[in-house]
């Protein structure tokens, strides 16, 4: 078993910066590929980012692309989501997610089952 504890969301201005920080206990997380996602009220839940087990590969949304950053720390077992130029459509509950390590090479990592699921952190950001 594997547990997420997501961290670092909050009420942000329009063209600000959130990191968001995800810790893995229970096994290590360089075991597993990282997965950012996030639903907004009366939406469904959506792809944000993904980053392979070693950090080497990253995936991005078409819709935050440039924007964010998924990155790793497998020593501190955690991964992270770097947001800047915030808008207020990245208003949403964010949640990450860990799927096994080679799960991001069979298919897109918007689609790949994820095994274990965070319990998500708001983040809210103002016009």
């Known amino acids: 078993q594997v547990q997420l504890v997501e961290s670092g969301g909050g009420l942000a201005q329009a063209g600000g910066s959130l990191r968001l920080s995800c810790v893995a206990s229970?096994?290590?997380?360089?075991?597993?590929?990282g997965g950012w996602f996030r639903q907004a009220p009366g939406r469904e839940r959506e792809f944000v980012a993904a980053?392979?087990?070693?950090?080497?590969?990253?995936y991005y949304a078409d819709s935050v692309k440039g924007r964010c950053t998924v990155l790793r720390d497998n020593v501190k077992n955690t991964v992270y989501l770097q947001m800047n130029s915030l808008k207020p459509d990245d208003t949403a509950i964010y949640y990450c997610?860990?799927?096994?390590?080679?799960?991001?090479?069979?298919?897109?990592?918007?689609?790949?089952?994820?095994?274990?699921w965070g319990q998500g952190t708001q983040v809210t950001v103002s016009s």
């Open positions: 229970g096994r290590p997380f360089s075991n597993y590929a």
């Open positions: 980053i392979n087990w070693s950090g080497g590969s990253t």
């Open positions: 997610a860990a799927a096994p390590s080679g799960a991001l090479r069979l298919g897109s990592p918007a689609l790949v089952k994820y095994d274990y």
